[in-house]
Structure formats: structure tokens, C-alpha cells
T-cell receptor, first 116, second 115 residues
Framework: DAMVIQNPRYQVTQFGKPVTLSCSQT?????MYWYQQKSSQAPKLLFH???????NEADTPDNFQSRRPNTSFCFLDIRSPGLGDTAMYLC???????????????FGDGTRLSIL | AQSVTQPDIHITVSEGASLELRCNYS??????LFWYVQSPGQGLQLLLK??????LVQGIKGFEAEFKRSQSSFNLRKPSVHWSDAAEYFC?????????????FGAGTQVVVTP
């Protein structure tokens, strides 16, 4: 089945130690999104890629970076994680055609990140 | 500015009873509307979507939602809930004019199902 896969499902890392989360998709969607979701809150969009074009949300901390080496893969890098970065990180994909953006987003199961 | 409001943070419902979750939106453009469900520790699963046409849409797991433009609402309903329906439910809105398919999510409604 076509899907969005996130690895790892759980990640524990130390304060200040860089961490990378990965997302892969078999849907061949051109847009990939990264969300941060803290406990009992709605997902918050960090950034997204439209093909190779990177789009950062205005309030995403500089500590968060992303890479999309090809259509199928996208990575979230946290350069120096702080305690406040403990959250679920969700990857989503969508197919957006020029002038038509009505396709739903398809989500992975997320990576639960804990900063100690 | 666009916004999505889910007035109910938490709902408790008995198994077999009906369920209605409220969603109100404020959007200048033509909205695309979605309901997602999230089980503990999981990602978001699409329940249903509304783009245009019939204002009553059917989704998976026996859910339906009705778009009411005059009330700026897109409420989710299920006639008879099952214990497996216990989860967090998110309403989301997208804009037809958004080139990147971005969504605005509501704060979510936690549904608890009692025996």
C-alpha cells in the first residue's frame, strides 16, 4: 500500500545533541510537510517542500531545518534540541497541482521525540 | 485572518449513542474542509473531505459531515459510536487559493466512549 513512513517512531536524545527525523513516501506526492504537535494540541506547521522549493513558516525556530534530497524522502534536522522541542513530529504529503490545492494531506504515524 | 474553532475540547459519549462534533471556520476564500482522526500515538487519518457539491459528505468508519455555508460550520456526526471511536478529532480548513495545500487545524476534540 502506498503510504507515508516515518522513522524512528520514538527518539530520545540529550539536550543540545543534534537529531534527524526521516520521512519517506510512496505516493509520489509533490508536496511534503513537517508538523510539530505538542501534547493535546493541534499540529503546527513548521515548513513544507513544494517539489524542491523550501517554504519556512514565519515562526519556525532557526533551530529547525529540513532537507529533501529527492521526491520520496524528507528529513527534519534539529540542530540543538531544547526541552521545549519534546513533541510528536508528523510528516504529511499532498499532491498539489497548479491552481488546484484541494487534495487532502496524508500523514505518517509520527516520531515521538523526547529531549532529556 | 483564517481560523478554525472546535468549541468542544472534550466529549464523553456512551457506546451506541450518537455523536456530533462541532467545527466553525472563518475564511475569506472558498474553503476546503476536512475531518481527521488521531488515535493515541498515531498520525492523523482522513475521515472525510468537502470541496464542493453535495453539502452532506460521507466518510469512512460510518462518519458524515454537513457543510453549512450560512453558519460557517462543518459538523461531524456518527449515528452510533463504537468503543474504537475514542480518539482525538481535528477539523481542518484549506483555501482554494492556497498554492501549497496548507491546512489550518482546529484545536481538536477529545472523544471518550463509555460502556
Amino acid at each position: 500500500d502506498a503510504m507515508v513512513i516515518q522513522n524512528p517512531r520514538y527518539q530520545v536524545t540529550q539536550f543540545g545533541k543534534p537529531v534527524t527525523l526521516s520521512c519517506s513516501q510512496t505516493l509520489n506526492h509533490n508536496v511534503m510537510y513537517w508538523y510539530q504537535q505538542k501534547s493535546s494540541q493541534a499540529p503546527k506547521l513548521l515548513f513544507h517542500y513544494y517539489d524542491k522549493d523550501f517554504n519556512n513558516e514565519a515562526d519556525t525556530p532557526d533551530n529547525f531545518q529540513s532537507r529533501r534530497p529527492n521526491t520520496s524522502f524528507c528529513f527534519l534536522d534539529i540542530r540543538s534540541p531544547g526541552l521545549g522541542d519534546t513533541a510528536m513530529y508528523l510528516c504529511a504529503t499532498s499532491r498539489v497541482n497548479t491552481g488546484v490545492s484541494n487534495q487532502p494531506q496524508h500523514f505518517g504515524d509520527g516520531t515521538r521525540l523526547s529531549i532529556l | 485572518a483564517q481560523s478554525v474553532t472546535q468549541p468542544d475540547i472534550h466529549i464523553t459519549v456512551s457506546e451506541g449513542a450518537s455523536l456530533e462534533l462541532r467545527c466553525n471556520y472563518s475564511y475569506g476564500a472558498t474553503p476546503y474542509l476536512f475531518w481527521y482522526v488521531q488515535s493515541p500515538g498515531q498520525g492523523l487519518q482522513l475521515l472525510l473531505k468537502y470541496f464542493s457539491g453535495d453539502t452532506l459528505v460521507q466518510g469512512i468508519k460510518g462518519f458524515e459531515a454537513e457543510f453549512k455555508r450560512s453558519q460557517s460550520s462543518f459538523n461531524l456526526r456518527k449515528p452510533s459510536v463504537h468503543w474504537s471511536d475514542a480518539a482525538e478529532y481535528f477539523c481542518a480548513v484549506g483555501a482554494a487559493t492556497d498554492s501549497w495545500g496548507k491546512l489550518q487545524f482546529g484545536a481538536g476534540t477529545q472523544v471518550v466512549v463509555t460502556p
